[in-house]
């Protein structure tokens, strides 16, 4: 899918799931401003790539969940490349431990960085994309979070989930007369190198199509969102799971 012309800005994406998100945007043609925490090494690597196929892109350190930061990385990008397009709010961590053992600290920091950032980054290009009359908003969900059986060992990422699924039917009815489209994708268990042998066969047990997610099965759901065949769907949360948690 062509989006040549498009300026797109991938939070957290010097790994995992962002960075190949960032790499398929490129692939279709897209300029790919790459943010990151404090991995600069590989956000360099992730822009070389991208360079490398001919297309524009620069990394930005911004911490998403500092507002100010997140402010000024979205008029740092504008700078850059006259404008933002596509955002993708890729950033997540979780901390797998029961509720009753989890740390003030470790609560707070994990909805700040789950929700809190999503709303920042959201808030500040939505700003400029009505200006703009057009965008193109990606929250990253998960599947699942709404369910306590997915949710005990993981409390408040799963609540800050949800909400990032209201989040983004409240940034769809914002954004829809200016031409902006807000959908979520709530990826199920995902391939991204970080489970031992009896982890990924214990995953796969559970989920019906037997296999976990490739990174490309995300990135690729993306890349249909922000083109120009879903511009009629917006508030949406697309599960990719292959079954688990529907």
Same mark, same amino acid.
């Given at each position: 899918?062509?989006?040549?012309? /498009?300026?797109? !800005? ?7 799931? =962002? *960075?190949? $998100?960032?790499?398929?945007? @490129? ?95 959201? /808030?500040?290009? !939505? ?7 057009? =965008? *193109?908003? $990606?929250?990253?969900?998960? @599947? ?5 059986s997915a949710a005990r060992f993981s409390t408040p990422y799963a609540i800050a989930k949800t909400g990032v699924i209201i989040l983004t039917k409240s940034l769809a009815v ?73």
């Amino acid at each position: 899918m062509d989006l040549k012309g /498009k300026v797109a !800005l991938v939070t957290g994406s010097s790994r995992g799931i =962002g *960075r190949q $998100i960032a790499l398929t945007l @490129a692939r279709n043609d897209a300029t790919v401003a790459i943010n990151y925490l404090s991995e600069e090494g590989k956000a360099k690597e992730i822009v070389s790539a991208i360079q490398a196929m001919g297309q524009a892109s620069s990394a930005f350190q911004a911490d998403i969940t500092n507002s100010a930061q997140v402010k000024g990385l979205i008029e740092a990008v504008i700078k850059e490349f006259g404008k933002v397009d596509i955002l993708v709010n890729n950033v997540g961590r979780y901390y797998y431990k029961d509720i009753a053992e989890l740390s003030p600290v470790e609560w707070v920091s994990t909805i700040d960085i789950n929700l809190n950032g999503a709303f920042y980054c959201s /808030k500040y290009v !939505l700003e400029y994309m009505r200006r703009q009359v057009y =965008g *193109r908003i $990606i929250n990253i969900a998960a @599947a699942g979070a709404e369910q306590v059986s997915a949710a005990r060992f993981s409390t408040p990422y799963a609540i800050a989930k949800t909400g990032v699924i209201i989040l983004t039917k409240s940034l769809a009815v914002a954004g829809a007369k200016y031409g902006i489209t807000v959908n979520a994708i709530a990826p199920g268990y995902v391939d991204k190198g970080d489970l031992n042998t009896e982890e990924q066969q214990r995953a796969e047990k559970q989920i019906p199509m037997g296999r976990l997610a490739s990174l490309e099965d995300i990135a690729e759901a993306v890349i249909f969102l922000v083109s120009e065949r879903a511009k009629y769907i917006t508030g949406a949360c697309l599960t990719i799971s292959g079954g688990w948690k529907v």
